[in-house]
């Protein structure tokens, strides 16, 4: 019995160090590929008009910044992406949910869905750019394209997905269609929804990316977009940086506002 | 007069000519009912069935039962799996529709109760709501007022041993304190009629005889009529005022059986009683046929899934 009990005490502090490793590794790798990568790229192993130095991004970052021209450009393409999500989501999360709870809004919508999801979004540029022109609308008409879709599909899955002894439920004690929706169909069908939101997301920010680089004065797309015309390879790593970056942030964001308005899920 | 004492077998001339009128009725005034001279212990009958028939495409579920429940009787309904006697419930609750036959479910003149609250078999309580806001679910969807909620709410949370848990989401809870829940939203609602679904079938053995006890405690607080379906036959002695037993599929009224025994009641020393014995091996011996019947058909529905 001694010999057990001694034997588990290392193994715990070895189960922590080994969490603390794994979260070691996890800030070091990309640290150690930074290093890596200035090193070789002052050693000339790498050519450095394609893969400038970290040092050297980093340094037209700070002027960029200090000019205000990477923040402005920044807040362009988060203001686009925000309105866009809202256009595009808001009736997607609606007509999902109808299409869920009812077989006629399905039978009348889901062909329609089905014939133009599969339809390349970037290529529908062009059209957005001839009916909208080239200001703000045509930018966030693709981001509303690009989150309609996957988020009108997840609701109408999440709402099939729900169990139907909760909508017994909802029968049995007299709920109306309002109540219903409100009480039974939005939050069993949440999580469900929120996937479709951070998908929708994720291919917005792919969207406005391309939409900037045609026609666009402003955000970062175009910003990248000049910097291949100047030939400003630190300018376009700033970038690429920068959406990976807002990528990053909106994930946890969108986890954090998860965990906020789905306090039932398991975790 | 015990509700067990009354006489338990229903003749099969009840179908009257209104039985194929299909409409669910809701008699809103006290009449006098026709199948109270053939069941006279049944002078006030809460629910009145005839000639009830559901059938699913080709299969009959139910295959014409007739019968009344008295109004405040514990009535129970036991039968073999497939007998029917969910769908039953289930058209009970307005969930289902007959096929043919009618039901009419008699509400006092003034009442302002729902007709029907259902505790369901399973989880049934929704997980994005905490055990307060399920609790008040049914009193919430009919708009009751907010001091009314919060008073019958608190009185039943109380009652399922439930009050510390209102904050508490179903994830956070066992499969015993879920299925109060459940219990708690039906009786706060103030039905006029419970309905239960085999309430306690996925429970231990320990539990469902601690919900058992704490459900016959809350009943005895107001006496509503409780249709309650199982397939134990324990239980449904332990339960019931009267029990019906189902035949096989198709679903009939085999027969009735009362159980005399009196109120309120301690399950635990029910088991002393000799009374208790008799019934569980009358009930069983009923049944007996039936379960066999059953099984038998589903041997059959094998072989011919297997040639098909």
Not at chain 1, 131 to 136: K, M, P, Q, S, V
Not at chain 1, 137 to 163: C, D, E, Q, R
Not at chain 2, 7 to 12: A, E, I, K, R, T
Not at chain 2, 120 to 145: C, D, H, K, T
Request: net charge neutral; hydrophobic share 50%.
């Amino acid at each position: 019995m001694s010999t057990q009990t001694i034997a588990a005490a290392p193994e715990q502090s070895l189960a922590l160090s080994v969490r603390a490793r794994e979260r070691l590794l996890g800030i070091a790798s990309p640290i150690v590929l930074l290093a890596v990568w200035e090193i070789a790229a002052r050693l000339h192993f790498i050519d450095t008009r394609f893969f400038p130095a970290p040092s050297s991004v980093i340094a037209v970052l700070i002027e960029m910044l200090r000019s205000g021209e990477l923040i402005t450009n920044t807040l362009v393409s988060l203001r686009r992406l925000a309105l866009g999500a809202l256009i595009g989501g808001m009736p997607a999360l609606v007509l999902g949910i109808a299409m869920g709870l009812n077989r006629w809004v399905r039978a009348i919508f889901d062909p329609l869905i089905a014939a133009t999801y599969p339809i390349p979004k970037s290529a529908i540029l062009p059209l957005a750019l001839l009916i909208f022109g080239l200001g703000e609308g045509s930018k966030i008409f693709m981001v509303a394209v690009g989150v309609f879709f996957p988020v009108v599909i997840n609701s109408t899955t999440g709402v099939l997905g729900i169990s139907s002894i909760y909508l017994d439920v909802g029968r049995n004690y007299k709920a109306n269609r309002w109540q219903t929706f409100w009480t039974i169909a939005l939050p069993g069908a949440l999580p469900v929804i929120m996937s479709g939101f951070k998908l929708g997301i994720g291919i917005g920010l792919i969207l406005i990316a391309i939409a900037e680089m045609i026609g666009a004065k402003s955000g970062l797309g175009y910003m990248i977009w000049t910097a291949w015309e100047t030939f400003s390879v630190e300018q376009m790593y700033v970038g690429l940086f920068m959406i990976a970056i807002i990528g990053f942030v909106l994930t946890v964001l969108l986890n954090e506002l998860e965990r906020l308005i789905i306090p039932w899920k398991r975790d | 007069m015990l509700p067990g004492t009354m006489p338990h077998d229903l003749p099969n001339d009840l179908s009257k000519p209104d039985a194929m009128n299909q409409t669910r009725t809701n008699l809103r005034k006290v009449e006098p009912v026709a199948a109270a001279e053939h069941q006279p212990a049944v002078a006030q009958p809460a629910i009145r069935i005839r000639d009830l028939h559901k059938s699913f495409g080709g299969l009959t579920a139910i295959g014409g039962v007739s019968f009344d429940i008295a109004r405040g009787e514990f009535f129970m309904i036991v039968g073999p799996s497939g007998c029917g006697k969910t769908t039953l419930l289930r058209i009970l609750a307005g969930l289902e529709t007959a096929t043919s036959g009618t039901i009419a479910i008699d509400i006092p003149a003034g009442s302002e109760r729902p007709e029907n609250a259902m505790v369901f078999q399973g989880e049934s309580i929704f997980p994005w709501m905490n055990v307060w806001n399920n609790a008040a679910y049914g009193l919430r969807m009919r708009n009751a007022p907010a001091s009314l909620i919060r008073e019958r709410v608190s009185h039943y949370l109380d009652r399922t041993g439930l009050a510390r848990f209102a904050d508490y989401y179903p994830h956070q809870l066992s499969g015993g304190m879920k299925q109060r829940v459940s219990i708690a939203r039906a009786f706060a609602n103030d039905p006029e009629i419970l309905l239960m679904d085999e309430p306690f079938s996925a429970l231990d053995a320990q539990n469902k005889l601690l919900l058992q006890e704490e459900l016959l405690h809350i009943w005895d607080e107001q006496k509503k009529t409780v249709v309650f379906i199982t397939h134990s036959v324990d239980e449904a002695v332990y339960l019931g005022d009267r029990i019906m037993v189902m035949t096989a599929q198709p679903g009939r009224v085999k027969c009735f059986v009362g159980v005399p025994l009196p109120r309120p009641r301690a399950i635990i020393e029910l088991q002393k009683a000799p009374e208790f014995g008799e019934l569980i091996h009358r009930i069983w011996s009923e049944l007996r046929d039936e379960v066999q019947r059953a099984r038998e058909q589903e041997n059959q529905d094998a072989v011919q899934d297997n040639k098909g």
